[in-house]
């Protein structure tokens, strides 16, 4: 099986930064692409951001505040937040596409991680 774990949520001040990790373990036999989605309360889940084979795409409430890493012999991608604003606050999760090798083919999965919340004050 495939785990998405996140790390780095956390309580922040305006202006300040966080940064969050999510690191994918399992019987992986690639990752063709992995993002950020964030919730806020009554809202819908939202992009943030996401990488694939090095091309990085952004919402644009977080273009040149946000950046959006991946170490692929970690099978771990980052998001750098700077500037960090109230409207920011929401649940934070990673998502990934990860292929996996059956018997006779390959497949690939769409993986979420159990989110981190990130509070951002005024």
């Known amino acids: 099986q495939v785990q998405l774990v996140e790390s780095g949520g956390g309580l922040v001040q305006a202006g300040g930064s966080l940064r969050l990790s999510c690191a994918a373990s399992g019987s992986i036999f690639n990752i063709n692409g992995m993002g950020w989605y964030r919730q806020a309360p009554g809202k819908q889940r939202e992009l943030v951001a996401g990488?694939?084979?090095?091309?990085?795409k952004y919402a644009d409430s977080v273009k040149g505040r946000f950046t959006i890493s991946r170490d692929n012999a970690k099978n771990t991608v980052y998001l750098q937040m700077n500037s960090l604003k109230p409207e920011d606050t929401g649940v934070y999760y990673c998502n990934a596409l990860i292929m996996l090798a059956t018997i006779d083919n390959f497949e690939e999965y769409d993986y979420w991680g159990q989110g981190t919340q990130v509070t951002v004050s005024s």
């Open positions: 990488i694939s084979s090095g091309d990085a």
